[in-house]
């Protein structure tokens, strides 16, 4: 059974990289969301068992998507993927519910790590 996917990054060449680093033998079924409301509507329209998210991005930023799922207690795994590498700002995302916080540009290895981390590989 696929599972479902959101990468959320207003970058297409963003969106690209994670769609690469993906594991291909991972049944994925993916949406893309350029801005934090597109984001939020995928994942309440139950289209993102696990949410790729990048923090900064128009309308709705990668904080406010966090707390929007915190406030709602909703449990999708959020892995946030951003080039905002500050101490303060990886301590943030965890505080509002990310399982990971990794570095752009993406790496695959990094992306199977957090993967295997939530027991999805």
């Known amino acids: 059974m696929p599972i479902a996917v959101t990468i959320a990054d207003d970058s297409m060449m963003s969106r690209k990289n994670v ?3 993906i594991p291909t033998h991972w049944q994925a079924e993916i949406t893309e969301a350029t801005n934090g409301q597109e984001a939020l509507d995928a994942v309440f329209a139950g289209k993102a068992e696990v949410l790729f998210l990048d923090l900064t991005m128009p309308v ?8 929007a ?3 709602r ?3 999708c795994a959020v892995i946030v993927i951003s080039a905002d590498i500050q101490p303060q700002a990886q301590t943030l ?3 509002l519910g990310a399982f990971a916080f990794l570095r752009k540009p993406l790496e695959p290895q990094q992306l199977h790590e957090a993967l295997a981390g939530l027991g999805l590989l």
């Open 93 to 95: 995302v965890r505080s």
């Open 69 to 71: 799922l915190q406030q």
């Open 60 to 67: 709705l930023d990668g904080y406010d998507v966090l707390r």
């Open 73 to 75: 207690h909703h449990k």
């Open 19 to 21: 769609r690469k680093a």
